[in-house]
Nanobody, 120 residues
């Protein structure tokens, strides 16, 4: 499984952004995976934003991320999205998509990251 993230950039506070993560793997393989978006703000540790089970689209959000973040996936395009609404300066971070096989304790496959900068 290979991951390619894109969609970051410089946006004004209050705006919206959609990040994309194209996944290179067969549908058969992806059905065994959990996908996720993490972010790492400057000078801080990486944190989980949201995750989605590829096979059935069930999502889970870190509690502090609920409301302004929406994770989704497009099976046909083999892409995982992260929609961010009402961006705040504190959303400034490098956003990473990640994957793990179901049953694994931690995410072990990572994309290269896409940088989001929110100006006030």
């Amino acid at each position: 499984v290979q991951l390619q993230a894109s969609g970051g950039g410089l946006v004004q506070a209050g705006g919206s952004l959609r990040l994309s993560c194209v996944v290179s793997a067969s549908e058969f393989t992806l059905n065994r995976y959990m996908m996720a978006w993490f972010r790492q703000p400057p000078g801080k540790e990486r944190e989980l934003v949201a995750q989605i089970r590829w096979s059935n689209g069930v999502t889970k959000y870190t509690e502090s991320m609920q409301g302004r973040f929406t994770i989704s996936r497009d099976n046909a395009k083999k892409t995982v999205f992260l929609q961010i609404h009402t961006l705040k300066p504190e959303d400034t971070a490098v956003y990473y998509c990640a994957a793990k096989e179901l049953g694994e304790s931690s995410f072990d496959l990572w994309g290269q990251g896409t940088k989001v900068t929110v100006s006030s």
